[in-house]
Every structure is written in C-alpha cells, then in structure tokens.
C-alpha cells in the first residue's frame, strides 16, 4: 500500500466503529427503507476494505514466516 492509500484508508479499528454505527442506526427501527439500503450499501463496502486490509497484513506475516524472522502470530 503506498504512502498516499495508507492516508486514505482508514484504520481497521475506524472501520470497525463505523460499521458498529451503521448497525446501530439500522437497528433503531426509525430508518427508512431507503436509508437502510444506503446504511446496508455502505457497511458492505466497509466489509470489503477491512477484508482487503486484513488480507495484506496476512500476505505480509506469510512473507515474514517465510523468511524465517517471525516464528509465532
């Protein structure tokens, strides 16, 4: 990831909080079902950068086992 998408995407732990948010506002039952499917939209997309971030970091803990730095997660 270069310098520029690092400060772009958020952290792991922000994206977790807005998906805790986006929950939160879907189960409050005073959304429409308009707003639901943008909550809904949006969440996935969140999902899916976690995803891509957690899949990186274990591409990179593979490497480092590979080379023999890291023996234990």
Do not use: H, R, W
């Not at 994206?15 to 929950?23: A, H, N, P, S």
Request: proline content about 1%; glycine content about 4%; aromatic content about 6%.
């Amino acid at each position: 990831m270069s310098k520029k998408e690092e400060q772009t995407t958020p952290a792991l732990e922000e994206m977790f909080t807005q998906i805790e948010e986006i929950i939160q506002k879907m189960e409050n039952g005073e959304t429409s079902l308009e707003e639901s499917f943008s909550f809904y939209q949006k969440g996935v997309e969140t999902l899916k950068a976690c995803n891509l971030l957690l899949d990186e970091v274990e591409k990179k803990m593979q490497i480092l086992n590979a080379d023999g730095t890291v023996t234990e997660m």
